[in-house]
């Protein structure tokens, strides 16, 4: 199992910027991908970025490209997401993921939650308007 941590959270006005940080211990050799998902309130948990461990092959949620870049340190095991301009929408609690998924890169693929078995307990997002 790994174990995620993430940070990097807060309140933060319409318009700014945010880096989330997600720390990795444990069984990190057994996953092949790290993602980036939120919830907001009431509504289901959604993929937003995603990004392979070797590959660097990355997948970003059509609602947040151009504004959330994924990115990691594979020394620190550290999976980052800087996001900027954010809207009152991005108001969620973010939640970082790791999976074992060799079908990361392929053709038609398309990363979903029920590909990611390790969780973090996730950072809140608020974005005031």
């Known amino acids: 199992q790994v174990q995620l941590v993430e940070s990097g959270g807060g309140l933060v006005q319409a318009g700014g910027s945010l880096r989330l940080s997600c720390a990795a211990s444990g069984r990190t050799f057994s996953s092949t991908a790290m993602g980036w998902f939120r919830q907001a309130p009431g509504k289901a948990r959604e993929f937003v970025a995603g990004?392979?461990?070797?590959?660097?092959?990355?997948y970003y949620s059509d609602s947040v490209k151009g504004r959330f870049t994924i990115s990691t340190d594979n020394a620190k095991i550290t999976v980052y997401l800087q996001i900027i301009s954010l809207k009152p929408e991005d108001t969620a609690v973010y939640y970082c993921a790791a999976g074992q998924i060799p079908q990361w890169g392929a053709t038609f693929y398309r990363p979903d939650v029920s590909d990611f078995d390790s969780w973090g307990q996730g950072t809140h997002v608020t974005v005031s308007s």
């Open positions: 990004i392979g461990w070797n590959s660097g092959r990355t």
